[in-house]
């Protein structure tokens, strides 16, 4: 395989930086220097505090099953299966992630387990570069 047929792989959300081939992922936050909160994604100011003095950190790829959801009416543009299962998962740093909860019968579910972050490929591009998104599933 050459280098030019082989189609990119592009993370559908900004936070989200895929490792080696693309096939892992972690996702990004940041710290406060000036009151150690932890947040997802890149926001200008400190949530708790207000500080401008942040830091890019790589969050946790584990953490808590804290709630779910299953969702029967999808959003526009979602392309998965319906339903589907919405997990709120609480890192050990502190902030919250939600998103899919696959690889897990819906009975088997359950509030406190450990989830770990895996990338999935969600579709193509019009360059035919793959849509990489981010889901829960649980630890074995
Ligand atoms: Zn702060």
Known sequence: MTEE?????????????????????????IVCKSCGEYSVGSPAFCPKC???????VELSKE?????YTVIYVPPPGWNG?????????????????????????????????KMELV????????EGNEIVVHKWRPVR
Not at 63 to 67: E, F, H, K, S, V
Not at 119 to 126: L, P, Q, S, T
């Open 5 to 29: 047929t082989v189609s990119k792989r592009i993370p559908v959300v900004k936070n989200l930086k895929l490792l080696g081939d693309g096939t892992q992922g972690v996702l990004m936050g």
């Open 81 to 113: 299966d319906v339903p589907y299962t919405l997990g709120q998962v609480t890192l050990p740093e502190g902030p919250d992630v939600l998103t899919e909860v696959i690889d897990c019968p819906r009975e088997e579910i359950k509030i406190g387990m």
């Open 119 to 126: 990338v999935r490929v969600a579709g193509k591009d019009d």
């Open 63 to 67: 953490g808590i099953l804290r709630t």
């Open 50 to 56: 207000s500080s401008d003095e942040l830091e890019e």
